[in-house]
């Protein structure tokens, strides 16, 4: 089956306004599948506010700019925006604009009003807030301006002659000082002047001495690797018998453990003090028994005959 080409020129054509349809709102950040809804605003200044700025609550984006427009007749910027359909936007709201043209950040920033208002109904308008007359407030507070001005002026010339009094004084600590330092700077200027050979000397010395160093450290390098060798197995060997050393100490003081708790014959001849009693007691009493053997042997031979005790 064939079309013929007024038929693929008009899919083209669809095809063509879904995808910059969908390009557009992709670019302006509004969700492809989600309606939107239009609410209006105006501004004194619009402070650089463009077609495509981002709408944001609370610092999240939802919606975008649709046009910035001047009202002649208010002398207002009238904008036009888009929110998503999910974001209700209660009475009470205002508007306000945020961010820094020359960075390319600005955006419109909506301050939400109490949870229970009704929500702007789609074309409604939300306000901005009221702009403060700053030649009115500058106006205002003139006076207590002018007042403080005159009196931080009136310090500060006082302060300045003080200090110039206290600089041209002969006597005064700041003289004083400033004859100590230029004291110590010629006293210091002397000393250089007459160790500078001393110190060229020095520094030459010192140049030298590196020198030396570095053909020293040059020519001796197999022995210098093979010495950093040697030290490099010496602290591995000292890493492993650390070990090794701790691993005993865990040992020992796992045998130390077992011995206080009373485990095993030692814990229980430390922890036991009758069983020590009882081994000292059995103690004595075999001394005696030998004792009374060496003296009388016959009494415990007698019933024995030769061959059998030897």
Do not use: C, H, W
Not at 4 to 19: D, F, H, P, Q, T
Not at 156 to 173: C, I, M, R
Not at 253 to 258: H, P, W
Request: hydrophobic share 40%; net charge negative.
């Amino acid at each position: 089956m064939k079309y013929s080409n007024e038929v693929k020129v008009g899919l083209s054509l669809v095809l063509a306004a879904l995808v910059f349809y969908f390009g557009i709102r992709y670019m302006q950040n509004i969700p492809l599948f989600q309606g939107s809804y239009v609410l209006e605003t105006s501004f004194a200044d619009a402070s650089g506010l463009g077609t495509g700025n981002p709408v944001r609550v609370n610092g999240v984006n939802v919606g975008t700019v649709e046009s910035v427009t001047l009202d002649p007749q208010a002398r207002r910027a009238r904008v036009r925006f888009r929110v998503d359909k999910s974001v209700q936007i209660p009475e009470g709201s205002t508007a306000s604009i945020s961010g820094v043209s020359a960075l390319g950040g600005v955006r419109l920033s909506i301050s939400l009003g109490a949870p229970d208002n009704a929500p702007i109904p789609p074309g409604g308008f939300v306000p901005s807030p009221p702009e403060e007359d700053i030649l009115a407030q500058l106006s205002d507070q003139a006076p207590v301006l002018a007042a403080r001005t005159d009196s931080l002026l009136r310090s500060a010339n006082q302060t300045l002659e003080d200090a110039q009094t206290l600089f041209k004084s002969p006597d005064s600590g700041v003289q004083t000082t400033l004859s100590s330092i230029r004291g110590s700077a010629d006293a210091l200027s002397t000393l250089l002047r007459e160790d500078l050979e001393q110190l060229n000397e020095v520094v030459a010395n010192t140049e030298l001495l590196t020198e030396e160093l570095g053909a020293l450290v040059r020519d001796n390098r197999d022995s210098l690797n093979a010495t950093v060798d040697n030290v490099n197995r010496v602290l591995s060997q000292t890493e492993r018998n650390l070990v090794v050393l701790e691993r005993t100490s865990t040992n020992l003081d796992r045998i130390i453990q077992k011995i206080d708790e009373g485990e095993g014959t030692i814990g229980r001849l430390v922890n036991d003090p009758s069983l020590y009693v009882r081994l000292d007691s059995a103690a004595t009493r075999l001394n005696t028994i030998l004792d009374d053997f060496q003296q009388q042997p016959g009494r415990y031979l007698k019933d024995m005959t030769l061959v059998r005790v030897f």
